[in-house]
């Protein structure tokens, strides 16, 4: 049956339709995590959703919710290796970049000196997020596509590095 696996409520309703009501922020993205967590996430705030396998059926749950961190860009959420990664938005209206580690609570990866140049480009709304795994080290890539910039984070070494950045879709004379 497919509708088992719809995150529906007992009235039929879609949940993650309504799960940053509370905060009455608008969803701007979600991401599925090993198949029975949900992140959802607004521009202020996010809500994770679990899905638990029961012996009658299935249930859904809220096992947490941020009221101070959002989402700044709808493409920059990237998940690798137990680590889900973004762009966030504080409440403040401030940008950092926040990582969430085996589900837990997210953690601000980002420094004080990258989050000062994050706030000097031009759109952080088109930025892009990916994760990869090379030689044992788990990355984070963050580009912004109109600033030609890319920011790399290395969850093995926790430090981050700069990559140069092309963007096909700009003219070239």
């Not at 529906?8 to 009501?21: F, M, S």
């Not at 030689?135 to 969850?155: C, E, K, P, Q, R």
Request: glycine share 10%.
């Amino acid at each position: 049956d497919a509708d088992a696996y719809a995150w529906k409520n007992d009235y039929g309703e879609y949940q993650y339709e309504t799960a940053l009501q509370t905060t009455g922020d608008a969803i701007i993205s979600m991401k599925a995590i090993n198949d029975n967590r949900l992140w959802v996430f607004g521009t202020r705030s996010f809500d994770v959703w679990e899905l638990s396998d029961l012996d009658d059926g299935y249930s859904i749950s809220r096992t947490g919710m941020g009221t101070n961190i959002g989402c700044a860009a709808t493409n920059s959420v990237a998940y690798v290796n137990n680590q889900l990664s973004w762009l966030g938005a504080g409440a403040d209206g401030h940008s950092g970049i926040y990582s969430s580690i085996n589900g837990q609570f997210p953690v601000k990866i980002s420094t004080p000196a990258l989050d000062q140049k994050i706030s000097t480009l031009s759109n952080i709304a088109d930025a892009r997020g990916f994760g990869y795994i090379n030689g044992g080290h788990i990355f984070y890539v963050l580009s912004f596509a109109s600033d030609n910039f890319t920011i790399v984070y290395d969850f093995s070494t926790g430090k981050w590095h700069n990559r140069s950045t092309h963007n096909d879709l700009q003219d070239i004379d």
